[in-house]
């Protein structure tokens, strides 16, 4: 069974643009969960996502928003982008909302310029 | 979340038991303790979970006092395979929100 994939691997940005990262979660799981992890630093929760609508947000600013299609693939959008944004953004998907076993993907790697 | 505390770095010899250890002193008694792991430029992988009795896995063990108030991860068998950082999470969120502190590293040498 395929795992939890993210797409594209690796992104370079200017300062002040929109980026969109994409997550599909393993078969038959339905939450998916953003993360954005700093380097030397613990992952620190976005978002999560159940069956299309927001569950849970952590402490980032509004430039940050997500989706989940009916499919339960998911995309991160981040506007406006400052150069702190860069980082590994991962995605995670569990089988229900309240579950902590989470599956992680490779992550995105996002370089601001 | 209760906030856990973890030593920064521990070494262990290939083939011997790791024992890596978690305070987590203000754990309430609906929130359960997490173990991940994320080797390098990988992302964390789930290990094992409990709420108050002990647990095994194919990969590891997990030891919870009796007072909750910390545990510790056991690796059988370290293997170099097994160098990465281990994190100790607790939750009891009613969503799946994980709070990752800094973790401990563990390297296994030869």
């Known amino acids: 069974d395929a795992g939890v994939t993210q797409s594209p691997t690796h992104l370079i940005k200017t300062r002040g643009q929109q980026v969109t990262l994409r997550c599909s979660p393993i078969?038959?799981?339905?939450?998916v969960s953003w993360y954005q992890q700093v380097l030397g630093q613990g992952p620190q929760f976005i978002f999560q996502?159940?069956?299309?609508?927001?569950?849970g947000r952590g402490n980032f600013p509004d430039r940050f928003s997500a989706r989940q299609f009916p499919n339960y693939s998911s995309e991160l959008n981040v506007n406006a982008l400052l150069l702190g944004d860069s980082a590994l953004y991962l995605c995670?998907?569990?089988?229900?909302?309240?579950?902590?076993?989470?599956?992680f993907g490779q992550g995105t790697r996002l370089t601001v310029v | 979340d209760a906030k856990t505390t973890q030593p920064p770095s521990m070494d262990c010899a290939e083939g011997r038991a790791a024992n890596l250890p978690c305070n987590h002193s203000?754990?309430?008694?609906?929130?359960?303790v997490y173990w991940y792991r994320q080797i390098h430029s990988q992302g964390p992988q789930y290990i094992i979970h409990?709420?108050?009795n002990n647990e095994t896995n194919e990969m590891a063990s997990l030891i919870i006092t009796e007072d909750r108030k910390s545990s510790t991860l056991i690796l059988p068998h370290a293997t170099l395979r097994d160098t990465a950082v281990y994190y100790c999470?607790?939750?009891?969120?009613?969503?799946?929100?994980?709070?990752f502190g800094q973790g401990t590293i563990l390297t296994v040498h030869p």
């Open positions: 995670a998907s569990s089988l229900s909302v309240g579950n902590t076993e989470a599956f």
């Open positions: 078969s038959g799981h339905k939450s």
């Open positions: 996502y159940y069956e299309k609508e927001e569950r």
């Open positions: 203000t754990i309430s008694g609906n929130e359960y």
């Open positions: 409990g709420l108050k």
């Open positions: 999470i607790v939750s009891g969120t009613s969503y799946g929100k994980l709070t």
